[in-house]
């Protein structure tokens, strides 16, 4: 699946797309995708991948779209204890941080 997220990730550079990537780089107790999964965004909202599920995506997906906007790297996190969690679907009782980067 790995391979399928930076093959669309290509493909969409390849057309002139803005791309960001998404990556898990911390879980800590449970959590829905493991350190290292990635999710590829284009300028256009289409999306590869998974680094969680549900809403948690969705938020993910409108950070990129900004990261492709401003170029500038963030570090998102999202967690039971954390408001965002509850809003955009992350009760599972762990947290994951995921770092999305634009694609030059």
Known sequence: MEDD???SAEVWR?????VALA????????APRPVGSQLAIDET???AGSVSGGCVEGEVVTQAMDVIADGKPRTLEFGVADETAWRVGLSCGGRIRIF???VA
Do not use: D, I
Not at 23 to 30: K, R
């Open 5 to 7: 997220v930076l093959q």
């Open 100 to 102: 999305v980067e634009k």
């Open 14 to 18: 390849a057309a002139g797309r803005g």
């Open 45 to 47: 909202g289409h999306f």
């Open 23 to 30: 990556t898990v780089v911390e879980t800590w107790g449970s």
